[in-house]
């Protein structure tokens, strides 16, 4: 069983448009988080959410709307999509979300490659 | 050898040979740090950690050191394989104020393990 999971796993679109990419997270984690990672190999955090609330906010285009429905959960949805959107975006889960003394370990999921055109 | 710049730093070893990989980081009031492998096509794997009242810390075929002094991180792999050729990645964090969580990842080390 995959413990972290995305969908799509490649998204090419065009320029304008909105696309949302999946993820869920099967090991029982309360913080699930997103990054993006541009060709350079470069890994930003975006988003966390803990237990459906949002704890960290990234300088990040308002077009970007993470949305968790529960804590398995966590969506990204991009409105007005554009050409610097191209990259990797990967979705991870940790147990907690890191309180003094007991950070937790984060878990990847496979990634979505987004390409637009 | 190593490369820097525009290109991520390379490492390129024998199979059998020993690997460190080495990281520079920012933060002095960070107090928790990992080591990563992302292969190609995948998502970053957790490999080590370690916290920051230690200085090393063993897994099976890896050690991680930390030099806070000059705020140094190595990743050391024994007996390299070919499975290990990937990029490899530190990131840092600390539990204060409302960072907790927030990982930052440093630039990434291409490993190349020849046969």
Redesign the interface.
């Given at each position: 069983d995959t413990a972290?999971s995305q969908t799509p796993k490649y998204l090419v679109t065009q320029m304008g448009n909105d696309k949302s990419i999946k993820c869920e997270q099967n090991l029982g984690h309360d913080?699930m988080?997103w990054y993006k990672q541009d060709s350079?190999?470069?890994?930003?955090?975006m988003f966390?959410y803990?237990n459906k609330e949002l704890?960290?906010n990234e300088t990040v285009p308002n077009r970007f709307s993470p949305k968790s429905p529960d804590k398995a959960h966590l969506n990204l949805h991009i409105n007005s999509l554009e050409l610097g959107d191209s990259a990797v975006y990967?979705c991870?889960s940790?147990q907690?979300?890191?309180?003094?003394?007991?950070?937790?370990?984060?878990?990847?999921?496979?990634?979505t490659r987004l390409l637009v055109l | 050898g190593e490369s820097v710049g525009l290109h991520l730093p390379t490492l390129s070893v024998q199979e059998g040979d020993n690997s460190i990989i080495n990281c520079a980081y920012s933060n002095s009031a960070s107090d928790y740090f990992i080591w990563y492998k992302q292969e190609s096509g995948k998502g970053p794997q957790f490999i080590i950690d370690i916290r920051s009242n230690m200085d090393k810390r063993q897994g099976q075929r890896v050690t991680v050191l930390l030099n806070k002094t000059v705020k140094h991180l190595s990743l050391q792999i024994a007996a390299t394989q070919p499975g290990d050729s990937a990029v490899y990645f530190c990131a840092e964090t600390y539990a204060g104020g409302t960072s907790y969580g927030k990982l930052t990842f440093g630039q990434g080390t291409i490993l190349t393990v020849h046969p």
């Open positions: 972290v913080t988080y350079k190999k470069f890994l930003k955090i966390s803990n704890i960290i990967f991870a940790s907690d979300k890191g309180l003094a003394g007991a950070q937790e370990t984060q878990y990847f999921g496979p990634g | -």
